[in-house]
């Protein structure tokens, strides 16, 4: 609720009930903790690293069926679901940075994974701070410098461990090791702690962040005996050839995961044990290892939202709080034969997203409207207090969500990755609504022509092959070109 808003009381007879009324409304508007209280939403935003959609039964893909989400479905079922919602750099450091800070990774500064965001830096939970939240971070944090802007927070560095981790108090100097525990477990039960003993006064902001489904995608023991002894659908270009056809782009494909697994043994379930010596039988093992190892990752996740949803129904906490649970990127879950992110590829780039406001969001909505990343602080920031942020660079989804979309609304995506290497070239490129453009600036082997990549996403949705070569001469091409350089300068980037 925009507590900004002006609203109009007729007049009221003072006496009896009313004159009472009228002196707890007095009440509440001279004290600004009441207020925050009563009008304000809390916040609860949950995190997860890799989870990807096609992992999200509520998604509905090929692995609908197999995915163990009821807590996510519910709350797909209970507020709304974006079915396009982006990334602006699909790696882990820059796009938290970018959800944190509601800019661009060539605006915050952090472009790969080896940058930090400086603890000076503005961010959404300073903001919040300031507008009277009680703010608390838990789990993955993955910016190196100390969090700022939160009252309370308790992390793992880098990317820690699965079990056992070590999390870090409010400190980054003196860590203290969870024996017995797992990840996804721990960091709910310190977030639970956390709600416990806040202040019922005040309106929060609780930032839960797993590490799951990152790799290597060691799962809990009690999800052992899931998927044994079943068959996981594979992608239709699995076996095909690595990446999609006419693209000069190697990528990463199932085949590096392979070799990891079979020569390391740290891979969830264990050392892989392949039974024969066929390459494409090889590759469909270790997908059927990779794919079950993860969606068992991702149902202790799911089970962890449940017990968050359990809080908020038992405190009375439902009606008058924002829940979001999305991931930090895609992932490639065997498409195209690939593994890992990156990518502006569909798989890659998607955000699963869903979100519960009961207040303002209407159960089983469905958004198609494009979301960034950049565009979660301001969103936080107008349920908060209704104003936006000059230095953010995203837009308040609010009006989307709840039916209400300005005419202004965005029509077309700019995405940049900025890290480079051969197999994972660096790009920038354009999403349209039906249509992408990728130019991959990092791809020194090649002509200026084989750079560019071209999708038509209606014809080509899963971006089977790359058209860019038949296309490269027709007016398409020169708008798309125009409209890329159009929005480029929109974002302030100058590659």
Request: hydrophobic letters at 35%.
């Amino acid at each position: 609720m925009n507590c900004n808003r002006a609203f109009h009381l007729k007049p009221i007879p003072v006496g009896g009930w009313a004159f009472s009324l009228l002196l707890i409304l007095i009440g509440v508007l001279q004290n600004p903790g009441i207020s925050a209280a009563v009008t304000r939403p809390n916040i609860l935003f949950m995190l997860a690293d890799d989870h990807t959609s096609q992992a999200w039964s509520c998604y509905g893909g090929r692995l609908a069926g197999y995915a163990k989400t009821p807590n996510i479905d519910r709350l797909a079922a209970e507020g709304a679901l974006l079915k396009n919602c982006f990334c602006v750099n699909s790696i882990c450091v820059p796009s938290r940075a970018s959800i944190l800070t509601g800019q661009y990774s060539h605006r915050n500064g952090v472009r790969t994974l080896r940058d930090s965001l400086p603890s000076s830096a503005d961010n959404v939970a300073k903001r919040l701070q300031q507008a009277g939240y009680q703010t608390a971070l838990v789990g993955k944090w993955h910016l190196k410098e100390e969090p700022a802007g939160f009252d309370y927070w308790n992390i793992i560095k880098g990317q820690g461990r699965y079990h056992e981790p070590t999390l870090y108090e409010m400190t980054l100097r003196q860590g203290e090791r969870q024996e017995g525990a797992y990840s996804t477990d721990v960091f709910t039960d310190k977030a639970l702690s956390w709600l416990e003993r806040r202040d019922d006064e005040k309106p929060f902001c609780l930032m839960l962040h797993f590490k799951a489904t990152h790799e290597p995608w060691n799962f809990h023991p009690r999800h052992a005996e899931l998927y044994k002894d079943v068959k996981i659908p594979e992608p239709e270009t699995l076996l095909a050839q690595t990446g999609p056809v006419n693209s000069r782009v190697p990528g990463w494909p199932i085949e590096i995961l392979k070799e990891r697994m079979a020569s390391v043994g740290k891979h969830g379930s264990g050392k892989l044990e392949l039974k024969g010596a066929d390459p494409l039988a090889q590759r469909s093992e270790a997908y059927q290892k990779f794919v079950k190892d993860f969606l068992r990752c991702g149902a202790a996740i799911d089970e962890n939202i449940g017990r968050m949803l359990a809080y908020l129904d038992a405190n009375g906490l439902v009606d008058n709080t924002v829940v979001v649970y999305t991931s930090d990127q895609g992932y490639f879950l065997g498409e195209h034969n690939y593994f890992d992110k990156r990518f502006m590829l569909e798989e890659s780039l998607r955000m699963p997203f869903v979100v519960r406001y009961p207040k303002e969001i209407a159960p089983r909505t469905v958004v198609e409207e494009m979301v960034l990343n950049v565009d979660f602080a301001q969103t936080f920031l107008d349920y908060a207090v209704g104003e936006a942020s000059p230095t953010m660079q995203g837009m308040s989804i609010r009006p989307v969500l709840s039916g209400n979309t300005p005419d202004n609304w965005r029509k077309a995506m700019y995405y940049r990755y900025f890290e480079n290497s051969a197999p994972r070239p660096s790009h920038y490129g354009l999403r349209t609504s039906n249509q992408k453009l990728i130019y991959y600036d990092g791809l020194d082997a090649a002509t200026e022509r084989e750079k560019w990549e071209f999708y038509d996403l209606e014809k080509d949705p899963y971006e089977n092959v790359n058209q860019y070569d038949a296309m490269a001469d027709k007016p398409l091409m020169k708008r798309l070109k125009q409209q890329l350089r159009a929005i480029q300068a929109a974002a302030d980037d100058r590659p």
